[in-house]
């Protein structure tokens, strides 16, 4: 009895990983989302998860800087 081929299986989890990640990207969205409109749903977010709020903040603050240094040595040359 000849082996059966991989390529049936493969595409079904190759469909269930692109599905997961799909719902992954929508529900940080929808926590952004909640997050940016809801001042208390991101006081309830830092209550419960102190450390998230203080990543994304450093991680905002810390590319804006980077960006305004940028452009402000491009308009010293």
């Not at 001042?39 to 419960?48: A, G, L, S």
Request: net charge positive; charged share 20%; aromatic share 8%.
């Amino acid at each position: 009895m000849p082996p059966k081929p991989l390529e049936p299986l493969a595409k079904k989890l190759m469909k269930g990983v692109i599905v997961l990640e799909l719902m992954g990207v929508l529900g940080a969205y929808g926590l952004f989302h909640m997050m940016n409109n809801s001042q208390d749903f991101r006081k309830t977010m830092n209550r419960r998860f102190p450390s998230l709020l203080e990543e994304l903040t450093f991680e905002c603050v810390g590319d804006q800087l980077s960006i305004y240094k940028g452009s402000k040595n491009l308009q010293g040359m």
